[in-house]
């Protein structure tokens, strides 16, 4: 039901109060500091500040911020040293050993004792990859693990993990968060209250969090990075998060210069930043930059193949809404263009095994003929689906339900919380879910794992529950595969055989979109939209 004039009217006063109270809190002092503090908001909210169980991409940004790994990667996503300074790898691939700098702190704590904090040693690192793997902590991240036997501490500065198997994607594991090193003695102190209390060696360190309200941090002066000149890393003095729901309340902050940082798009105000081919708006050129690049994010529609649904079982029916909706049209009407259709598979474009040539297009007289034959065969002569989102993907869910009203398939539109959302789709509470999958690191097998049978959810990330032993042969075939080039072609293989059955509806292979007040520099962009404001300024 669309809101009435007097509704808007009060929803605006309301965020205009809450945001008058954020932002006059301010005094005098923090005004002149304006230009060393990064503000942006995160409407989807944040869970956790442990990083080993930061499972979003909006957790992750914040554990960016806070923590360090062996590992990191640049803008390119090439993989860096971080705390490991230098590494080598066993001939046959098993044995990964670890040089790490010995200048790398933890962040100031009274349990540290006088110092008030201690260099990181390898057996650092044998402890967070212990309790990341801990069946009572039952962290998230612990299946980045999964192919590992044993690690153990050589000396101070050597550390050592050994495989099972060869497994080539494995070094790009170790760059994500939920590898970071912690602090044992904090850890154990905290217990659960960790993730509001976090320790790390990040370039910034934990200050404040009101949760739902504001989050601060600030720099972290013994910061072991440098740029390119030599200069200490960060060149900020603090960050600052509010919690506004609502990208048009995150929009209208932005365009009234309360925040310096807005992240992708949004059919609240598009129109209002962007023409139609996805330029910036004249009006904007003198306070707003605009930088885009690919993002190795599939958008999609997936179905719980458990579901007591005929139609959700029925791959007619999932073949009917895949044909039945032209994907071109849709980005270039609700995304301005930004973005490229989903014609393919689930693999996104940039990684090796993308194939254009196992998706769907556009083809309505075939998406009809398969809702006829599925109502002749079922006796259903009103099929109909309930499609769960949430409020900022209601244009593309709405989109598709008309185009495929033609088809004589009615789609039902629930929007639900992002939180309520994540948890009935990992239990099997909804039949047809709106989702994404962002790449973790640079290889297809990340997204070919959600169809793997033994990551059923909500153990696993394969919230379809689909099974086929021919899938999961090939999936265990491709870690004994080193040659990329070899490896390509099962990962093609393997997303054809989840396309064939119409396990779910590819919308678009997305493009990271970030947009900044004209003072600040540095931010940069990346594939995978991971924050990093090491090197971030403001004039």
């Known amino acids: 039901m669309k809101k009435t004039i007097k509704t808007q009217i009060i929803n605006y006063l309301s965020v205009s109060c809450i945001m008058f109270f954020l932002f006059s809190c301010h005094n005098d002092a923090s005004k002149k500091n304006d230009h060393l503090v990064f503000r942006y908001n995160e409407y989807a909210n944040i869970n956790t500040l442990d990083p080993a169980f930061s499972r979003t991409l909006q957790d992750n940004s914040v554990s960016n911020q ?45 349990l540290f004792g006088k110092d008030s904090t201690r260099t990181v040693v390898a057996k650092d690192f044998t402890y967070s990859l212990n309790r990341l793997r801990d069946e009572k902590i039952a962290a998230p991240g612990s299946w980045v693990l999964n192919k590992v036997d044993d690690f153990k501490a050589i000396n101070d500065t050597i550390f050592q993990i050994n495989l099972k198997q060869p497994f ?75 919690f506004l729901p609502d990208k048009q309340s995150e929009f209208l902050q932005f365009a009234q210069g309360n925040i310096d940082y807005l992240s992708g798009l949004d059919a609240s105000y598009k129109d209002e930043l962007l023409t139609a081919d996805g330029k910036l708006r004249a009006k904007y050129n003198q306070s707003v930059d ?73 083809k309505p007289q075939l998406a009809k003929q398969l809702v006829e034959q599925f109502k002749a065969e079922s006796g259903i002569s009103n099929p109909e689906i309930t499609l769960n989102t949430t409020s900022n993907y209601l244009s593309f869910c709405e989109f598709i339900q008309r185009e495929l009203e033609k088809t ?43 169809f793997y049978s033994k990551n059923f959810a909500p153990g696993g990330s394969n919230y379809f529950h689909y099974k086929n032993d021919m899938f999961d042969s090939l999936y265990n075939k491709a870690f004994t595969i080193t040659d990329i080039e070899k490896r390509k072609h099962l990962y093609t293989k393997m997303d054809s055989l989840a396309m064939d059955k119409a396990l779910m509806v590819p919308l678009f292979y997305d493009e990271v979109v970030r947009f900044t007040r ?22």
Not at 66 to 90: H, R, T
Not at 290 to 313: A, T, V
Not at 333 to 346: C, S, T
């Open 408 to 450: 004589g398939l009615q789609i039902n539109v629930d929007v639900l919380p992002e939180a309520t959302l994540r948890s009935a789709r990992s239990n099997g509470k909804v039949d047809m879910f709106r989702s994404s999958w962002i790449a973790d690191y640079l290889d297809a097998e990340n997204y070919l794992s959600i």
């Open 66 to 110: 806070l923590y360090n790994g062996l590992l990191q990667l640049d803008n390119n996503l090439n993989l860096l040293p971080s705390i490991a300074k230098s590494w080598n790898v066993s001939q046959d691939g098993l044995i990964y050993t670890f040089n790490l700098r010995n200048d790398v702190y933890f962040h100031k704590h009274e």
């Open 168 to 242: 080539p994607a494995f070094i790009g594991l170790l760059a994500m968060k939920y590898c970071s090193v912690l602090p044992q003695e904090i850890v154990e102190h905290y217990g659960t209250d960790f993730r509001a209390n976090p320790i790390g060696t990040g370039p910034f360190k934990f200050k404040r969090w009101e949760e739902n309200i504001k989050l601060v941090f600030r720099k972290n002066e013994n910061y072991f990075e440098t740029d390119s000149v030599g200069n200490k890393l960060p060149y900020l003095e603090a960050v600052a998060l509010t």
């Open 290 to 362: 605009m930088i885009r690049g690919p993002y190795l994010n599939s958008e999609y529609l997936g179905f719980y193949l458990d579901s007591k649904s005929p139609e959700i079982q029925s791959e007619l029916i999932r073949k009917a809404i895949n044909y039945g909706f032209d994907r071109k049209k849709m980005m270039l009407y609700l995304r301005n263009g930004i973005g490229n259709p989903a014609n393919g598979g689930f693999i996104p474009k940039g990684l090796p095994g993308h194939d254009t040539s196992i998706g769907f297009s556009y």
């Open 518 to 539: 004209k003072n600040v520099k540095g931010l940069g962009i990346n594939p995978i939209n991971m924050l990093d404001l090491r090197y971030v300024s403001k004039d």
